[in-house]
Structure formats: structure tokens, C-alpha cells
T-cell receptor, first 113, second 113 residues
Framework: QQPVQSPQAVILREGEDAVINCSSS?????VHWYRQKHGEAPVFLMI?????EQKGHEKISASFNEKKQQSSLYLTASQLSYSGTYFC??????????????FGAGTQVVVTP | DAGITQSPRHKVTETGTPVTLRCHQT?????MYWYRQDPGHGLRLIHY???????DKGEVSDGYSVSRSKTEDFLLTLESATSSQTSVYFC????????????FGEGSRLTVL
């Protein structure tokens, strides 16, 4: 079952903040975040591991709540370059699922001047 | 760039014809994946490979087969294409199955008429 992302879309002005959530019904070992610009390949942002620390990438950071099987991606002081579709990918960590991510449907982010 | 090349990048074909998509990597990474991307579904895993002649099914493998006779090449075959297989196909590579970054190719857009 793929993870659920919310919201489906968000429109921001430059400098504003946003939060994207990713939740799973399964116990997770790791959560991955990717960003995809229109017509391009997804690009890796960060990984959060069970028991690990909060991660950051430029002014984009994320957290992982293991008890709730949820991850949140924080876009702080957004820039025009942050526009794109953000995907979370989850890994449950069982032996036969190593390296196999299940992706959410994506959150489209539009940052306007 | 991660050294991943997908071919063809665009293809239009008719229902019932066979189609093969090729993923070629120059990174000598052991792990390779085929995903399809459709609106509202994010990225869904079709097949993956943990090495030469070591492949397995993902969550949406029906109607697809793969082969990997060399480390650098991972082929995805649609034996008899259907309109439901119209999609953008992404190949991805990873250095290991441990939670790590996926590098995606630029995608192959397939239209089945």
C-alpha cells in the first residue's frame, strides 16, 4: 500500500514556508524524499532512518515520527527553485523489501514571485 | 550525472506489439530498478535486479518482463503492449540495497495506441 501524501498541491509566495506530510499504514524503516521538476527525473533530497536524526538540505528539512509512521518535509523561506513535485518513498525494511521503495502520489509545489 | 541512459526516450506503438526499453549505466552499480509513473500514482516499481541474472517482481509486474545479462544493462519488455501501459518509465540505480539514494534516468515516454 503506497504512503499517503498531503496536501496534493500547495502554492506559495517566495519566502513563505510549507509542510508536506507522508504517512504509512506500515511500520517503516526509512523514508526518502525526492523532488521532480516538470519533464525531468526525480532527484534525491534526503533519507530519514528509523532511530536517526532529522535531516536537512539547504532550507529544506524533514522529520520522521516512528510512532506514527509519518514523515514531514519542511520548506522554509521558499525559493522559486523549490517549485516541483515532491515525493516521499517508504521502505519497510523487511529482508525481502530491501531497496524497494513505495512512493506516494506526490505533492505539487508552486512558488510564485 | 549518474551515468544512466534510457532508450528510446519516446516511443509510440500499437496495441499488441512488443516493446523493449533499455537502461544502460556506466556506474557499475549492482542494483537497478524499473518504475512507471502515472498521474495520481507517483512512481510504482515494476521489476528490480540485484545483479546479473538476478531479477524479481515489483508491485505492478503483470505484463512486463526484464532481463539483465550484463551489469550495465537492464531491459524492460512489454511482450504485447496494451493501452494501460501508456506511461513514463524510469530506470533507477543504487549503489546498495541499504537505504540509499536512487539515481534516476531521464525517463522513456511510451504511448500505446
Amino acid at each position: 500500500q503506497q504512503p499517503v501524501q498531503s496536501p496534493q498541491a500547495v502554492i506559495l509566495r517566495e519566502g513563505e514556508d510549507a509542510v508536506i506530510n507522508c504517512s504509512s499504514s506500515k511500520a517503516l524503516y526509512s523514508v526518502h524524499w525526492y523532488r521532480q521538476k516538470h519533464g525531468e527525473a526525480p532527484v534525491f533530497l534526503m533519507i530519514l532512518l528509523k532511530g536517526g536524526e532529522q535531516k536537512g538540505h539547504e532550507k529544506i528539512s524533514a522529520s520522521f515520527n516512528e510512532k506514527k509512521q509519518q514523515s514531514s518535509l519542511y520548506l522554509t523561506a521558499s525559493q522559486l527553485s523549490y517549485s516541483g513535485t515532491y515525493f516521499c518513498g517508504t521502505e519497510i525494511g523487511l529482508t525481502d523489501s530491501w531497496g524497494k521503495l513505495q512512493f506516494g502520489a506526490g505533492t505539487q509545489v508552486v512558488v510564485t514571485p | 550525472d549518474a551515468g544512466i541512459t534510457q532508450s528510446p526516450r519516446h516511443k509510440v506503438t500499437e496495441t499488441g506489439t512488443p516493446v523493449t526499453l533499455r537502461c544502460h549505466q556506466t556506474e557499475n552499480h549492482r542494483y537497478m530498478y524499473w518504475y512507471r509513473q502515472d498521474p495520481g500514482h507517483g512512481l510504482r516499481l515494476i521489476h528490480y535486479s540485484y545483479g546479473v541474472k538476478d531479477t524479481d517482481k515489483g508491485e505492478v509486474s503483470d505484463g512486463y518482463s526484464v532481463s539483465r545479462s550484463k551489469t550495465e544493462d537492464f531491459l524492460l519488455t512489454l511482450e504485447s503492449a496494451t493501452s494501460s501501459q501508456t506511461s513514463v518509465y524510469f530506470c533507477a540505480i543504487s549503489e546498495s540495497t541499504l537505504p540509499g539514494e536512487l539515481f534516476f534516468g531521464e525517463g522513456s515516454r511510451l504511448t500505446v495506441l
